[in-house]
């Protein structure tokens, strides 16, 4: 010996080499496992997307009953009136509950009579609804205001808006909520059946609400509070024929819409 330490190298034993890896058939198993817990996880992530939609939703539903309480306030009980419009000099003035359009050259859009002038214009959009805007300016969309019975307006039976004392059980009577109808999301929300305030509409079922916060539609009431519903109606006096699908009204008669 001189001393020198010699270490000889040796091979694992071809067993050992064949236990240290995965085979094809176990990869095929983990990747099959793999999957099927993404098809059980996938549903319940999209639940959850869904279900913080629908509460984002109902959030900006209870700012607009905020802001409606407040007009109420400082405008001698009256609500906000649904819509008009008026021409100053060369330039129209379409005036709305959510937006109100001043028709220049660009047209200019601006937060709506609700809220006397200060919001945040996103949260007229439900984060929900993907369609057209019942007005081709309006920047965001998806809600509607009781034109029926509270909000009346230009061309109406009843041109002049409701007052909040004239509102007998206001837990009870909504205020605003998620329009939509065929064309996209009206925001005139009609009652199914004719009433003095709009005796000679005709197209009710293009102010239904949309249920599609699965399957439920969110809404506002007159007291403040926003809930969801389940119970949908399509017989209206223009036939439920027209009723798109996933929409609908929230009572089959008038008694929801209704202020008495």
Known sequence: ???????KLTRPPASDVHRSAFTLTELLVVIAMM???????????????????????????????????IYVDDSADFYPIAQYDIVEGSVAFLYAWDFTTIASNPN?????????????????????????????????????????????????????PAKGSDVMHAGKTVLFGDGQYSGGADKFMRAPWPNPG?????????????????NLSNAAFCDGH???????????????????????????????????
């Open 1 to 7: 010996m001189d001393g020198t330490m010699h270490l």
């Open 198 to 214: 709009d005796a000679g509409f005709v197209g009710r079922w293009s102010g239904t609400q949309g249920f599609r916060h699965q």
């Open 35 to 69: 999957v099927l817990l993404a098809s059980l996880l996938l549903p319940a992530l999209g639940g959850s997307k869904a279900s913080a939609k629908s509460i984002q939703c109902a959030s900006n539903l209870r700012q607009m009953g905020i802001a409606a309480h």
């Open 108 to 160: 200019v859009v601006i937060p709506g009579l609700l809220w006397q002038g200060r919001t945040i214009l996103q949260i007229q959009q439900c984060p929900s609804f993907n369609g057209d805007a019942n007005w081709l300016t309006d920047p965001y969309t998806g809600y509607n205001y009781n034109t029926s019975y509270i909000g009346h307006g230009q061309g109406e039976s009843i041109p002049e």
């Open 226 to 260: 926003a809930e969801s519903l389940r119970k949908c109606y399509t017989t209206n006096a223009d036939g439920s024929n027209y009723v798109a699908p996933g929409t609908g009204f929230l009572s089959p008669d008038n008694s929801m819409y209704d202020l008495r």
